[in-house]
C-alpha cells in the first residue's frame, strides 16, 4: 500500500470517527451515527473528485464505506467511555486536516499538475467533511472557531506540494505536510494562535464627504 493510499484511509477512518462522535453529542441512533461517519469522512473526497472531474473514489471502491460504517460502529458502542468527547473531536479532526489536506494536494496536482490547484484541492479535501458535520449535527463550525483551521489546511498542503517539486521520495513528502498540518492546527488548538481579524471601522459622517 502506498504512502498516499494510507493516507487516504486514514483520513476517510478518523474523520468518519469525528461524525460518529458528533452523533454521540446528538444522543442519534446507530443509522445517525453511520450517516454522519459517512457524509464526514467522505464528503471532502467526494467534492474534490467531481470538481477535478475525476470517477468519485468510494464509487470506485466500496471499501472506503465499509470504513466508515466500522468506525460509527465502534464508536456507537464506546463513545460512553470517553469523558470529553468534543475535546477528541477536534483532535481527531486535527489530525484527518494533517492527512487530508496532502492526499488531496497530491490529487490535484496528479490531475491537472498546477501547484495553486493542489493546494487548494487539499484545503477542499480536508475542511468539506468537517464543515458538513458540523452543519448536520448543529455543532459549532469548525470555521467559525477562533483558531486557526483552513490555514492549517493550506501550510500542510503547501508545505506537501514544494517538497514534491524538489523531487525527495513521495513517503518524505508526505509525511512532512501531513506534520505541517496537523502541527499548524495542534498549535492553534493548544495555544490559540489566530490570524489578524478584520476590526469594523465607524463610517465617515456626510459632512466629511466632499
Known amino acids: 500500500m502506498s504512502p498516499l493510499e494510507i493516507l487516504d484511509y486514514a483520513g476517510v477512518a478518523v474523520f468518519a470517527a469525528t461524525g460518529a462522535l458528533a452523533a454521540s453529542r446528538k444522543q442519534l441512533d446507530i443509522i445517525g451515527f453511520l450517516f454522519l461517519a459517512a457524509v464526514t469522512g467522505l464528503g471532502g473526497g467526494t467534492v474534490r473528485d467531481v470538481v477535478l472531474g475525476r470517477s468519485v473514489f468510494w464509487v470506485m471502491n466500496p ?47 496528479a490531475a491537472t499538475g498546477s501547484p495553486t490547484v493542489a493546494i487548494i484541492m487539499g484545503m477542499l479535501t480536508a475542511s468539506f467533511g468537517g464543515i458538513l458535520r458540523d452543519v448536520l449535527a448543529s455543532e459549532p463550525s469548525v470555521l467559525l472557531r477562533p483558531e486557526i483551521y483552513l490555514t492549517a489546511a493550506l501550510a500542510g498542503a503547501a508545505v506537501f506540494t514544494a517538497m514534491h517539486a524538489f523531487g525527495p521520495p513521495l513517503f518524505v513528502s508526505a509525511g512532512v505536510g501531513t506534520v505541517a ?30
Open 181 to 210: 498540518g496537523f502541527g499548524v492546527r495542534g498549535g492553534a488548538l493548544l495555544y490559540g494562535w489566530t490570524l489578524p481579524r478584520y476590526k469594523p471601522r465607524p463610517g465617515r459622517h456626510p459632512d466629511d464627504v466632499l
Open 63 to 109: 471499501t472506503y464505506i465499509l470504513v466508515c460504517v466500522g468506525v460509527g460502529i465502534l464508536v456507537y458502542f464506546t463513545a460512553h467511555v470517553i469523558e470529553s468527547r468534543y475535546r477528541l473531536l477536534i483532535w481527531l479532526d486535527a489530525i484527518g486536516l494533517g492527512a487530508y489536506c496532502v492526499l488531496g494536494a497530491a490529487k490535484g496536482l
